[in-house]
Structure formats: C-alpha cells, structure tokens
C-alpha cells in the first residue's frame, strides 16, 4: 500500500530552526510537495522536489533522497505566522497526490 | 499565479437536502479537477477525480450517488452533495491541474449540516 509519515506535532521557538520529516512508500513516484495549511484554510503551495537534493526558498528549504523515500522541509528564522500545519504530498505514477496527516507546527515566543 | 475560487465559502443546511459547490479556475484552463474532504486534525482525503466532458472517477468508499460530480467546462467543476446528513459535515476543496506538476488549491467550503 501507500504511505506517507511525518510526525503529528512539532514545537519550536520564535527566531530558531525546525525539520519536519516526512517519509514516504509510494506506487510510482513524480515528485514530493510541501503545503502549509492554517486552520480553516485551503493548503497553499510551499515547494516541489522531484530530483535528489536541497531546494532552497527564502526561510524554506525543500530536501528530498529518492532512495531513502525521505524529504525535509526546514524552516529558518521562525516567525509567529509559520504556526500552521504542513502537508507533505507525494505525486504517484497515476498523477495523484498521495496526502500524509500532516504535522502541526506551534511556535512560542 | 493561477488561482481557483469555490462558491459558496461556508454553508449550513437542514438534514436531507442537496447542497452545491462550485469550483472555477478563474484565468486558466483545468485538465482535472480534484474534490478533497477534510475532517478536523486529519489530512485531505481525496474523494473523486473529475476530467472536463467525462464521468468522475471516484476513490474507494465515496458514494458516486451521494457526491454528484459534473465538470461540464474547462473551468468549472461542481460537486453536490445529495440528501445530506450530519456525518456529512466537512470542509470540502477542489484543486485543479493544468497537467504540469501542480495542483491549485480552492479556498475551501465548509459544510455544517444539521
């Protein structure tokens, strides 16, 4: 079957550094995506990874190993705005997007 | 960028009657378009695949019946949900996809049934 992981819950502080891991088993693979989804809102579009590597885009950055199933998304210079939830995709040979749960992100002053 | 509206933002409705939502890519033409339903602290479930001028295709355990799909132009899709119940109560977004890599995500609906 298909599956995506990433952890439930993070916590950080305002100013500092978060990974939030995402590892993924899918049937095919076209790419891996980041979203950040406030509560309430539609996810909006963070990143895109379908080659190994870091891809890096102002505070975010986008890390993906396709032989490991493993992508990151590291965020720099916190800010109290990044508290949000974020989805990681995986695109699969048929073009769908495979969702994981989602890792809740709370920031704290 | 591309962006995708959904009519109406919020509804509430009595038990057992039919409730619209509308999806329009507003300044670009959608290959596909994709329904999600959300329930609260859970991730996007992906209900039903839409191609213009074709039938849905929908994900295992979503009524076809129940969420009518008709996806009549390149820019609009529209999703009913048919005699509604509470259990039915979710957020509901559509994406579409021009065919290159991503997906543009709808604001959302969110449905409260009573």
């Known amino acids: 079957g298909q599956n995506i992981d990433q952890p439930t819950e993070m916590t950080a502080t305002e100013g500092a550094i978060v990974q939030i891991n995402c590892t993924y088993q899918?049937?095919?693979?076209?790419?891996l995506f980041w979203y950040q989804q406030h509560a309430g809102e539609a996810p909006t579009f963070l990143s895109y990874?379908?080659l190994d590597g870091l891809e890096e885009k102002g505070r975010f950055s986008s890390f993906l190993s396709r032989s490991k199933g493993y992508s990151y998304l590291l965020l720099k210079e916190l800010q109290m705005k990044d508290s949000a939830s974020y989805l990681c995709?995986?695109?699969?040979?048929?073009?769908?997007?495979?969702w994981g749960a989602g890792t809740k992100l709370i920031i704290k002053p | 960028g591309a962006v995708v509206s959904q009519h109406p933002s919020w509804v509430i409705c009595k038990s057992g009657t039919s409730v619209k939502i509308e999806c329009r890519s507003l300044?670009?033409?959608?290959?596909?378009m994709f329904w999600y339903r959300q329930f609260p602290k859970q991730s996007l479930m992906l209900m039903a695949t839409?191609?213009?001028?074709?039938?849905?295709?929908?994900e295992q355990g979503v009524e076809k019946d129940k969420f009518l799909i008709n996806h009549a132009s390149l820019t609009l899709s529209t999703l009913t949900v048919t005699s509604a119940h509470p259990e039915d109560s979710s957020f509901y977004i559509c994406?579409?996809?021009?065919?290159?890599?991503?997906?543009?995500f709808g604001p959302g609906t969110r449905l409260t049934v009573l």
């Open positions: 995709a995986v695109m699969d040979s048929n073009y769908q997007l495979i």
């Open positions: 899918t049937s095919g693979f076209n790419g």
């Open positions: 994406s579409a996809w021009t065919g290159s890599y991503e997906q543009f």
């Open positions: 839409s191609n213009e001028g074709s039938k849905a295709t929908y």
């Open positions: 990874n379908v």
């Open positions: 300044d670009f033409q959608a290959t596909t």
